[in-house]
C-alpha cells in the first residue's frame, strides 16, 4: 500500500490516508509506525518525505497524537530515533485538555522515554510551544 499511495512528489497522499478498515484518517507514515515496520517508515520519511509532525489521524483512537507519540507508546524506540532524525519534534504538544509532550502522553514506553530526554537534553527548545497540525 506504501508504494501505490506513497509515489515521490506526492506529499499530499503520503500525509493523508483514509483506512476504510477502521473509519480513520491515519497518514501512511502512522500506518508504518502500528505496524512497527521501521524499514516503510525511513522509506516514508527518506524518499516520500513524510511530514514527521503530522498528527496521526483523525477521530481514533490515536487522534492528536504525532508520529513520535505513537512510536513512544508502542515502545518502537529504533522508530523514535529515525523520526528524531529526520525532524520529529518531540516539543510539540496535543491540542486535548492536558496539553501534554511525548513524555507525559499516556503509555508512552519506558524504553524509549530516556532516547527522548537525551535527544531534548542535546536539542533544547529554540521556538514557541507549538501544537499538533492534523491532516488535512
Known sequence: IYDILGKPGNER???TYHDPSSREEM???ATAILDGDKN???K???VYKADPNMAV???GVFS???PLMLAAINGYSEIAQLLLEHGADPYIMDTLDDK???LQVPGV???VIELIRKWMRSHPRTNKISFVSVTK
Request: net charge negative.
Open 13 to 15: 497522499i503520503v500525509n
Open 27 to 29: 497518514t501512511l507514515l
Open 40 to 42: 516503510q517508515v525511513e
Open 44 to 46: 516514508l520519511l527518506v
Open 57 to 59: 489521524g483523525m477521530g
Open 64 to 66: 492528536e497524537r504525532t
Open 100 to 102: 501534554r509532550d511525548v
Open 109 to 111: 514506553q519506558n524504553n
